[in-house]
T-cell receptor, first 115, second 113 residues
Framework: GNSVTQMEGPVTLSEEAFLTINCTYT??????LFWYVQYPGEGLQLLLK?????DKGSNKGFEATYRKETTSFHLEKGSVQVSDSAVYFC??????????????FGQGTILTVHP | GAVVSQHPSWVICKSGTSVKIECRSL??????MFWYRQFPKQSLMLMAT?????????EQGVEKDKFLINHASLTLSTLTVTSAHPEDSSFYIC?????????FGAGTRLSVL
């Protein structure tokens, strides 16, 4: 079945540091890919998405490029802020089969940014 | 603004009682909603897919009689945890799908004493 593997955390950075959170996937067909962010005590919010190979999703300074050749969707930000501290989830939308329309999530990566 | 409203945000109950969690679509008519469970510091586990006007589709290993899902209208889906026990304590999150994007509620933290 489909699966998503995220870089293990937690990740601790100083403010203004560069962020990379790795995400690779295994899927049949051509899934859409997402990054969701979860702030403490809250539900998930869509951060960015990409629907086909070579698409780049971007939002709030975060970027991720859909790389079909490496089956990856790594999240990057050039300069993190304390307010970016949260849990980040990589996910794919199953494109077919019995799991059509369902999201498969990675395990989540906890990011803590210190002033 | 929020697309999905989930209520309550936090509930404490005694063992053996039932708890109902509501998930409302605010801006759209949600034909399909999803219910997830999240354990501390872990990912989301899909429990069931809720379809308006029909029975929910449960994922393997999820007890249908324990977690009752009702989707009686296009804007409301409910999850009832029946005869709750301490092991049911968790964070429950609903979502609705709009054009292949899922929008999540803020979640409900259930603590069973």
């Amino acid at each position: 079945g489909n699966s998503v593997t995220q870089m293990e955390g937690p990740v601790t950075l100083s403010e203004e540091a560069f962020l990379t959170i790795n995400c690779t996937y295994t899927a049949t067909g051509y899934p859409s890919l997402f990054w969701y962010v979860q702030y403490p005590g809250e539900g998930l919010q869509l951060l960015l998405k990409a629907t086909k190979a070579d698409d780049k999703g971007s939002n709030k300074g975060f970027e991720a490029t859909y790389r079909k050749e490496t089956t990856s969707f790594h999240l990057e930000k050039g300069s993190v802020q304390v307010s970016d501290s949260a849990v980040y989830f990589c996910a794919l939308l199953n494109a077919g089969g019995t799991s059509y329309g369902k999201l498969t999530f990675g395990q989540g990566t906890i990011l803590t940014v210190h002033p | 603004g929020a697309v999905v409203s989930q209520h309550p945000s936090w509930v404490i109950c005694k063992s053996g009682t039932s708890v109902k969690i509501e998930c409302r679509s605010l801006d759209f008519q949600a034909t399909t909603m999803f219910w997830y469970r999240q354990f501390p510091k872990q990912s989301l586990m899909l429990m069931a897919t809720s379809n308006e006007g029909s029975k929910a589709t449960y994922e393997q290993g999820v007890e249908k009689d324990k977690f009752l899902i009702n989707h009686a209208s296009l804007t409301l889906s409910t999850l009832t945890v029946t005869s709750a026990h301490p092991e049911d304590s968790s964070f429950y999150i609903c979502s609705e799908a709009i054009e292949s994007i899922q929008y999540f509620g803020a979640g409900t933290r259930l603590s069973v004493l």
